[in-house]
C-alpha cells in the first residue's frame, strides 16, 4: 500500500521582472539602443537615473513582489509636471 502525502507548500521568492520601457529620444535606433541600456542596467540592479549614456525621458513599469512600479528618469519629470 502506498500513501501519496502533499508536501507543505513553499513560497517561491520571486524577483522583479521588467514588464516594458518606453524611451523617448531623437530617433527611433537611439530610443531601442537606450532602451537596452535600461534593460541591462535593470538586470545588474542599478536604477535608471545611474545608466550612463541615459540622457533621454523613459518609463520603465517593473513587477515586484509588492505589487507593479513604475520608475522614471530624471529627463521624464517636465512630461509628468501638469
Known amino acids: 500500500m502506498h500513501r ?3 508536501p507543505t507548500p513553499v513560497a517561491i521568492p520571486t524577483l522583479p521582472r521588467t514588464l516594458g520601457i518606453s524611451v523617448v529620444a531623437e530617433t527611433a535606433s537611439e530610443a531601442s539602443r537606450q532602451a537596452l541600456l535600461l534593460m541591462a542596467a535593470e538586470q545588474q540592479g542599478t536604477t535608471p537615473g545611474q545608466v550612463p549614456g541615459m540622457d533621454s525621458a523613459a518609463r520603465l513599469v517593473v513587477k515586484t513582489p509588492q505589487g ?3 520608475l522614471y528618469t530624471a529627463a ?3 512630461w509628468l509636471e501638469y
Do not use: A, D, G, K
Open 4 to 6: 501519496l502525502v502533499r
Open 68 to 70: 507593479i512600479e513604475i
Open 76 to 78: 521624464m519629470e517636465p
